[in-house]
T-cell receptor
């Protein structure tokens, strides 16, 4: 079975440009999570969805970040405009049940974003 | 994806020895704990979990110990192998609540041949 799929794996862009990261969760998983991993802050949750509906976006750093989940098999994380401090590895994860049920989250391989 | 160059605590052990990785969690109300392994170029991978009604749980070559009194979690890896080299994260959560999974800083484990 395919795991969580993310694209692109690497993205290099210039400050001010729009960046779109993509994720396909594991089929049948109702929860999708976006995480960011940085040297300073470690691994932090940005937002998560249940059945395509955003549940908690309190981790989204600012209005430049937005996430959508138009259907059960696809989600995007968009940064517009991008800034150098957005450089990080962005992970998507999915699970069948939610965090409150203690279900295992399966992570994708991540997208390494570099903003010059 | 790769684990970024975090300035992490590092543990170096000889191949074949046992490893113990420690984690101090922050929320005394947390009742569910998970250990994740992150290899270079990959996302975090679930290893083992434990609920607060237990103080020990064993898996294949791994054991997690939980001490709620001092809010301490440890991961023991028996007979470490080169493939165990990775960054290990503990994570905490509150079951049934609105909390998010909160990850610790991580520990880098290096296996020496």
């Amino acid at each position: 079975d395919a795991g969580v799929i993310q694209s692109p794996r690497h993205e290099v862009t210039e400050m001010g440009q729009e960046v779109t990261l993509r994720c396909k969760p594991i089929s049948g998983h109702d929860y999708l999570f976006w995480y960011r991993q940085t040297m300073m802050r470690g691994l932090e949750l940005l937002i998560y969805f249940n059945n395509n509906v955003p549940i908690d976006d309190s981790g989204m750093p600012e209005d430049r970040f937005s996430a959508k989940m138009p259907n059960a098999s696809f989600s995007t994380l968009k940064i517009q405009p991008s800034e150098p401090r957005d450089s990080a590895v962005y992970f998507c994860a999915s699970s069948f049940l939610g965090p409150s049920n203690g279900d295992t989250q399966y992570f994708g391989p991540g997208t390494r974003l570099t903003v010059l | 994806g790769e684990s970024v160059g975090l300035h992490l605590p590092t543990l170096s052990v000889q191949e074949g020895d046992n490893s113990i990785i420690n984690c101090a969690y922050s929320n005394s109300a947390s009742d569910y704990f998970i250990w994740y392994k992150q290899e270079s170029g990959k996302g975090p991978q679930f290893i083992i979990d434990i609920r607060s009604n237990m103080d020990k749980r064993q898996g294949q070559r791994v054991t997690v110990l939980l001490n709620k009194t001092v809010k301490h979690l440890s991961l023991q890896i028996a007979a470490t192998q080169p493939g165990d080299s990775a960054v290990y994260f503990c994570a905490e959560n509150i079951l049934g609540g609105a909390q998010k999974l909160v990850f610790g800083q991580g520990t880098r484990l290096t296996i020496n041949p």
